[in-house]
């Protein structure tokens, strides 16, 4: 069941780019990032590959998934800071906005502060429901959206590009992001392994 509501999402993702381009592109990231379970790796390759054929520009369609994340997060933001837990309590299964996956950002959030923001969006999961648990926390909005973007970049460039490489084969990709989302989440260990130690390093000094 859940393969098939992916795939008629996939199905109307790729049409929806296919006749408005950017604008899909913004509308669909947006709807991504504001907990609406559209998948983001089927978004951008898609439109990377029509990078190849001419109808769109990779700087463009690198930003217009990062504005459209940003749009989609800060919506998911205000909904946190203003809606809260029974927001989601009331109409969270609406949109598939589950307290198991709410919980897992949320501690994702609460562990590493501020910086999550930032590494959340390039994780499976945590990326589409970060933004819900620092509205929760009424972290600062400008420092929030200059995470998300930053965080944004990355993701959607990656994305976009390995869409423009692969062509026609573009949705070959599919089956491998499963191992690409493993190796980004050992690349962040890493990261904030090195920046805990850093920081122990320097309280010794």
């Given at each position: 069941m859940v393969t098939f509501i992916i795939d008629q999402l996939a199905y109307f993702s790729t049409h929806f780019i296919g006749n408005y381009g950017?604008?899909?592109?913004?509308?669909?990231?947006?709807?991504?990032?504001?907990?609406?379970?559209?998948?983001?790796?089927?978004?951008?390759?898609f439109a990377g590959f029509l990078v190849t054929k001419g109808d769109l520009n990779l700087f463009w369609v690198v930003m217009a998934g990062v504005f459209g994340n940003w749009v989609g997060s800060a919506l998911s933001y205000c909904l946190g800071a203003y809606g809260g837990r029974p927001l989601v309590d009331?109409?969270?299964?609406?949109?598939?906005m589950s307290h198991h996956?709410?919980?897992?950002?949320?501690?994702?959030?609460?562990?590493?502060?501020?910086?999550?923001?930032?590494?959340?969006?390039?994780?499976?999961?945590?990326?589409?429901?970060?933004?819900?648990?620092?509205?929760?926390?009424?972290?600062?909005?400008?420092k929030f959206s200059i995470?998300?973007?930053?965080?944004?970049?990355?993701?959607?460039?990656?994305?976009?590009?390995?869409?423009?490489?692969?062509g026609e084969n573009w949705e070959d990709l599919r089956k491998y992001f499963h191992y690409a989302d493993y190796v980004v989440v050992a690349a962040i260990i890493v990261l904030i392994g090195y920046y805990i130690f850093r920081k122990k390093s320097k309280s010794h000094k």
């Open positions: 950017y604008f899909a592109v913004v509308v669909l990231m947006a709807l991504e990032s504001a907990n609406i379970p559209i998948p983001s790796e089927i978004i951008m390759p009331k109409y969270g299964k609406y949109v598939r996956h709410l919980d897992i950002a949320e501690k994702w959030f609460n562990k590493y502060g501020d910086a999550s923001v930032f590494f959340g969006r390039m994780l499976p999961i945590v990326r589409t429901f970060i933004s819900f648990p620092a509205g929760l926390a009424k972290m600062n909005f400008t995470y998300t973007i930053l965080g944004a970049l990355p993701f959607c460039y990656l994305m976009g590009w390995l869409g423009f490489k692969m």
